[in-house]
């Protein structure tokens, strides 16, 4: 379910645009993606194909039908990464039962802030989800270099327990054997190879959705981090179909 929080008109994005964002995350979350044709060649047997689709609610919480895009007027001109978007009682909307929707949230995020996605834990939490800006949601009327939907499939990858590509720390671990070792994130869209803590000849991968380059610069998830997110998404408590 999408809950868009807007102060402003332009805030309030359309339907059209949250399926746009729908479209762009299955086929990144599918591996249909079109750009995958230009993964280089050292790095193409890599790729993953997690096989997640995600679909609109079609039921709320009550049972009444719903289109799974909820909008909602906000007095709050703007949020940060405190999930007040999560609590209608700061100004948000309250998630539906987290154990039974993914909620996204779209608002308009301060500074710099593209997104942030909450980790998986051992009790599925009434906060877990993703909150993203609404300039760069969707395919259409968003914002480039972030217009491809990916600061989505990047967030809801740290939903799934992905680590960012560098480990957050010089030449840091991300937990994924796959994923060459780098020294920090890249942006916008780096020469190829770009070779960093002894990662040579193909260095970094820094088309990697857990990277910070440009949207139209990042097309895979590769094997490995496939099956860290499928051991979240298919195990409890995120399968609600297996207790234990
Ligand atoms: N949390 C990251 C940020 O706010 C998201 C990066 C997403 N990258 C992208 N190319 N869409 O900077
Ligand atoms: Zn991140
Ligand atoms: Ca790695």
């Given at each position: 379910v999408f809950h868009i929080l807007y102060n402003?008109?332009?805030?309030?994005?359309?339907?059209?645009?949250?399926?746009?964002?729908?479209?762009?995350?299955?086929?990144?979350?599918?591996?249909?993606?079109?750009?995958?044709?230009?993964?280089?060649?050292?790095?193409?047997?890599?790729?993953g194909k997690p096989g997640i689709q995600f679909c609109l609610a079609k039921r709320t919480p009550?049972?009444?039908?719903?289109?799974?895009?909820?909008?909602?007027?906000?007095?709050?001109?703007?949020?940060?990464?405190?999930?007040?978007?999560?609590?209608?009682?700061?100004?948000?909307?309250?998630?539906w039962d987290t154990k039974k929707y993914f909620n996204i949230w779209i608002c308009n995020l301060e500074g710099t802030l593209l997104g942030y996605g909450e980790f998986p834990s051992t009790t599925i939490t009434k906060t877990y989800g993703y909150v993203g800006h609404?300039?760069?949601?969707?395919?259409?009327?968003?914002?480039?270099?972030?217009?491809?939907?990916?600061?989505?499939?990047?967030?809801i990858g740290h939903c799934l327990?992905?680590?960012?590509?560098?480990?957050?720390?010089n030449c840091g671990s991300d937990g994924v054997s796959d994923t060459p070792t780098q020294q920090t994130s890249n942006s916008k869209c780096p020469a190829y190879p770009n070779v960093t803590c002894s990662n040579g000849p193909n260095g970094d991968m820094f088309m990697n959705y857990m990277d910070y380059s440009d949207d139209a610069c990042m097309n895979m998830f590769t094997v490995g981090q496939t099956t860290r997110m499928l051991a979240t998404i298919n195990n409890a408590p995120y399968n609600v179909l297996k207790t234990s």
């Open positions: 402003t008109p332009e805030q309030n994005i359309s339907d059209a645009e949250i399926e746009s964002q729908l479209v762009a995350m299955n086929a990144d979350f599918m591996g249909t993606n079109a750009d995958a044709s230009k993964i280089p060649s050292a790095f193409k047997s890599l790729m009550t049972g009444a039908p719903t289109n799974g895009i909820v909008h909602k007027s906000t007095t709050k001109t703007s949020f940060t990464a405190n999930d007040a978007a999560k609590y209608s009682s700061q100004g948000g909307d309250d998630a609404w300039k760069y949601t969707g395919t259409i009327n968003s914002q480039a270099p972030f217009n491809l939907g990916r600061t989505t499939t990047h967030e327990n992905l680590r960012h590509i560098w480990g957050d720390a």
